[in-house]
């Protein structure tokens, strides 16, 4: 439960103990019935193993980046924290609440203005009509929709859809953020001034944590870096030791 | 997570509740002209086919038959509904249970209330043809919220169930359209129940949608009182499933994600 404290008090905000998550990978992934009577007895499916006995603690305010490869078990890592998926063993505990900008726009009824969403997705992070009256004027000039906020968002570009719900996710006064390469999004002008509102946060003493393959953006941005590789944190610590160990080994 | 605990964390989440309500009312006629009138239009062309067949071309040996049929009817296509959007519930939401947390009962509830909603604005059609048939409306129809509830609770139980078990067999949604057709026929919606032979009254009465639709037709059709103790025997039946429904919902829950 996200009210729960953490035993060591109250200024860990994310406490991953011992978690492990494997996948079930399907060689022929059957939905109904009669494939998967057919299956039965047959090979076909193999355990994956995402992350190994993971174990971490993340203070409040502090910014953290996960950094590997692809399939190293960052996203998956990430996903965990947002409550998505959850472990085979081990404790993930989380205090305060979660803006996740996975999948920004998630969740969007395409059929609906770009207003309506706003309440909608709003409401994804708990908040109600009456939170979102005196920031959704903040969230639409954030957005630079415009008047397209009253059309439906299937008009929408790629690039308006994801600054509306990038405007969602940063204002919804959430104290951890989970972000995963999320800051490819718009424009230059767009992406500089979401770089400038992640700072603000931060300097707000919101907890974050990246998902980034940005090696300038985690350096200027994060305390601290996870170094994921094959599923393990093989390195911990300052982001520009970790940096420098992993650009030297990963080239 | 607890009990408690789960309903504190819906809670948190009414928000979304309301408004997932509110698109599936909103948006299941987004475009049309008539919008929400066709949830009255709907029954009421229902309606108008059955006075004309049943009283021109088929005659029934129950009396005012169509209005017979149609007091029954209606909750039967409101449940069909309901079980046929509850099924689908979870699979149907795949992008965002993939992408979003939220507590995931949060869906077959919305399922349920919008249902719901919808259904209390149909009976109005209901009590227009009992009036204009001249049957009239007595004040035994102030327990009709009673059956409804029954209803209600009997159908979220299980939805709980078949929207968690249809992300993982997608046969379920499936295999529902027969079972609903069975269901329909096993229930006294087309004939009466007088109609079914003494020595299988028994067990023809295990079936709940026997109690709740003869409370319909008590209070509107024959205007008596229902059968409370058999209803309050199927409420306790349908809270025992819901119960149920909410463990197995629990358990399968969590890989919704990956399984979806």
């Given at each position: 439960?996200?009210?729960?404290?953490?035993?060591k008090?109250?200024?860990?905000?994310?406490?991953?103990?011992?978690?492990?998550k494997?996948?079930?990978?399907?060689?022929?992934?059957?939905?109904?019935?009669?494939?998967?009577?057919?299956?039965?007895?047959?090979?076909?499916?193999?355990?994956?193993?995402?992350?190994?006995?993971?174990?971490?603690?993340?203070?409040?305010?502090?910014?953290?980046?996960?950094?590997?490869?692809?399939?190293?078990?960052?996203s998956?890592?990430?996903?965990?924290?947002?409550?998505?998926?959850?472990?085979?063993?081990?404790e993930?505990?989380?205090?305060?609440?979660?803006?996740?900008?996975i999948?920004?726009?998630?969740g969007?009824?395409?059929?609906?203005?770009?207003?309506?969403?706003?309440?909608?997705?709003?409401?994804?992070y708990?908040?109600g009509?009456?939170?979102?009256?005196?920031?959704?004027?903040k969230?639409?000039?954030?957005?630079?929709?415009?008047?397209?906020?009253?059309?439906?968002?299937?008009?929408?570009?790629?690039?308006?859809?994801?600054?509306?719900?990038?405007?969602?996710?940063?204002?919804?006064?959430?104290?951890?953020?989970?972000?995963?390469?999320?800051?490819?999004?718009?424009?230059a002008?767009?992406?500089?001034?979401?770089?400038?509102?992640?700072?603000?946060?931060?300097?707000?003493g919101?907890?974050?944590?990246?998902v980034?393959?940005?090696?300038?953006?985690?350096?200027?941005?994060?305390?601290?870096?996870?170094?994921?590789?094959?599923?393990?944190?093989?390195?911990?610590?300052?982001?520009?030791?970790?940096?420098?160990?992993?650009?030297?080994?990963?080239? | 997570?607890?009990?408690?605990?789960?309903?504190?964390?819906?809670?948190?989440?009414?928000?979304?509740?309301?408004?997932?309500?509110?698109?599936?009312?909103?948006?299941?006629?987004k475009?049309?002209?008539?919008?929400?009138l066709?949830?009255?239009?709907n029954?009421?062309?229902?309606?108008?086919?059955?006075?004309?067949?049943?009283?021109?071309?088929?005659?029934?040996?129950?009396?005012?038959?169509?209005i017979?049929?149609?007091?029954?009817?209606?909750?039967?296509?409101?449940?069909?509904?309901?079980?046929?959007?509850?099924?689908?519930c979870?699979?149907?939401?795949?992008?965002?249970?993939?992408k979003?947390?939220?507590?995931?009962?949060?869906?077959?509830?919305?399922?349920?209330?919008?249902?719901?909603?919808?259904y209390?604005?149909?009976?109005?059609?209901?009590?227009?043809?009992?009036?204009?048939?001249?049957?009239?409306?007595?004040?035994?129809?102030?327990?009709?919220?009673?059956?409804?509830?029954?209803?209600?609770?009997?159908?979220?139980g299980?939805?709980?169930?078949?929207?968690?078990?249809n992300?993982?067999?997608?046969?379920?949604?499936?295999?529902?359209?027969?079972?609903?057709?069975?269901w329909?026929?096993?229930?006294p919606?087309?004939?009466?129940?007088?109609?079914?032979?003494?020595?299988?009254?028994?067990?023809?009465?295990?079936?709940?949608?026997?109690?709740i639709?003869?409370?319909?037709?008590?209070?509107?059709?024959?205007?008596?009182?229902?059968?409370?103790?058999?209803?309050?025997?199927?409420?306790?039946?349908?809270?025992?499933?819901?119960?149920?429904?909410?463990?197995?919902?629990?358990?399968?829950?969590?890989?919704?994600?990956?399984?979806?």
């Amino acid at each position: 439960m996200a009210k729960r404290k953490s035993k060591k008090g109250e200024d860990i905000a994310i406490s991953v103990k011992n978690v492990t998550k494997e996948f079930t990978v399907y060689e022929d992934k059957s939905y109904f019935l009669k494939e998967k009577i057919g299956h039965l007895g047959r090979n076909k499916k193999r355990k994956h193993v995402v992350l190994k006995d993971v174990s971490c603690d993340i203070k409040k305010g502090q910014s953290v980046a996960l950094i590997g490869v692809n399939g190293s078990g960052k996203s998956t890592l990430l996903k965990l924290l947002n409550k998505i998926i959850f472990p085979e063993k081990g404790e993930i505990e989380i205090n305060g609440k979660v803006s996740s900008m996975i999948e920004l726009g998630a969740g969007f009824n395409t059929d609906f203005t770009g207003r309506e969403n706003i309440y909608f997705n709003a409401s994804m992070y708990g908040l109600g009509k009456k939170d979102v009256d005196p920031i959704i004027d903040k969230i639409i000039e954030f957005s630079e929709l415009g008047d397209f906020i009253e059309t439906p968002v299937r008009t929408y570009s790629s690039g308006m859809y994801m600054r509306l719900a990038f405007s969602i996710a940063v204002n919804v006064q959430a104290e951890i953020l989970l972000i995963d390469e999320i800051l490819a999004v718009g424009d230059a002008h767009f992406q500089a001034k979401c770089l400038n509102k992640m700072k603000e946060l931060k300097e707000e003493g919101k907890t974050m944590v990246f998902v980034s393959h940005n090696i300038t953006q985690v350096k200027s941005f994060c305390d601290r870096a996870l170094w994921i590789r094959d599923g393990e944190i093989v390195m911990d610590g300052e982001t520009d030791k970790v940096l420098d160990e992993y650009i030297k080994v990963q080239g | 997570m607890s009990f408690i605990n789960k309903i504190k964390e819906i809670y948190r989440y009414r928000h979304m509740l309301f408004t997932l309500v509110k698109q599936d009312i909103n948006g299941r006629y987004k475009g049309s002209i008539f919008g929400f009138l066709w949830t009255l239009l709907n029954p009421l062309f229902m309606l108008l086919v059955y006075s004309v067949v049943f009283s021109i071309v088929f005659k029934s040996n129950i009396e005012n038959y169509p209005i017979y049929l149609f007091v029954c009817l209606m909750p039967w296509n409101a449940f069909n509904t309901m079980i046929g959007g509850g099924t689908t519930c979870v699979s149907n939401n795949a992008s965002i249970i993939k992408k979003v947390y939220f507590p995931r009962e949060v869906l077959p509830l919305a399922v349920v209330i919008s249902n719901t909603i919808q259904y209390f604005f149909s009976l109005v059609i209901t009590f227009i043809a009992l009036l204009v048939s001249g049957i009239g409306i007595t004040w035994y129809a102030v327990f009709l919220p009673l059956v409804i509830l029954v209803q209600v609770v009997f159908a979220f139980g299980l939805i709980l169930m078949l929207s968690a078990a249809n992300v993982y067999i997608r046969d379920v949604q499936y295999m529902m359209n027969p079972i609903m057709m069975i269901w329909m026929y096993a229930s006294p919606i087309l004939y009466s129940i007088s109609m079914v032979p003494e020595k299988w009254q028994a067990l023809y009465r295990l079936n709940p949608m026997v109690t709740i639709i003869q409370g319909y037709q008590n209070l509107l059709y024959d205007r008596t009182l229902p059968d409370f103790k058999a209803l309050g025997i199927v409420l306790l039946i349908s809270l025992g499933i819901c119960v149920i429904g909410y463990l197995v919902f629990n358990k399968l829950q969590r890989r919704f994600a990956e399984e979806v």
